[in-house]
Nanobody
Framework: QVQLVESGGGLVQAGGSLRLSCAAS????????MGWFRQAQGKEREFVAA???????NHAEVVKGRFTISRDNTKNTVYLQMNSLKPEDTAVYYC???????????????????WGPGTQVTVSS
């Protein structure tokens, strides 16, 4: 069983930065694509970024140039560096592990089978 735990969320002013981390249990972390999604209150969950097992990344257009996903396979951890934060970035952020051990960087939530409990990010104006 894979467990994912996010950390690093909090309250920040617009224009500020946060770095989210997601620690994964198990020995197979390096084989799978990892993704970040977010869900704002009253809205559907949306894709933020993904990184394949070989380091290929995919970022949603709304965060491109501001957010950067990365991973450290030696620490079983995936990161999301968030810069130039805006109030509309306020949401619960979830990390997820892909269901299949391929090189996808899809933003389709159905392609991910394990999810963390989420961490709240609040950006004040």
């Amino acid at each position: 069983q894979v467990q994912l735990v996010e950390s690093g969320g909090g309250l920040v002013q617009a224009g500020g930065s946060l770095r989210l981390s997601c620690a994964a249990s198990g020995r197979t972390f390096s084989r799978y694509t990892m993704g970040w999604f977010r869900q704002a209150q009253g809205k559907e969950r949306e894709f933020v970024a993904a990184i394949s097992r070989i380091g290929v990344t995919n970022h949603a257009e709304v965060v491109k140039g501001r957010f950067t996903i990365s991973r450290d396979n030696t620490k079983n951890t995936v990161y999301l560096q968030m810069n130039s934060l805006k109030p509309e970035d306020t949401a619960v952020y979830y990390c997820a592990r892909a269901a299949r051990d391929d090189t996808t960087t899809t933003g389709d939530p159905s392609a991910y089978s394990y999810w963390g409990p989420g961490t709240q990010v609040t950006v004040s104006s």
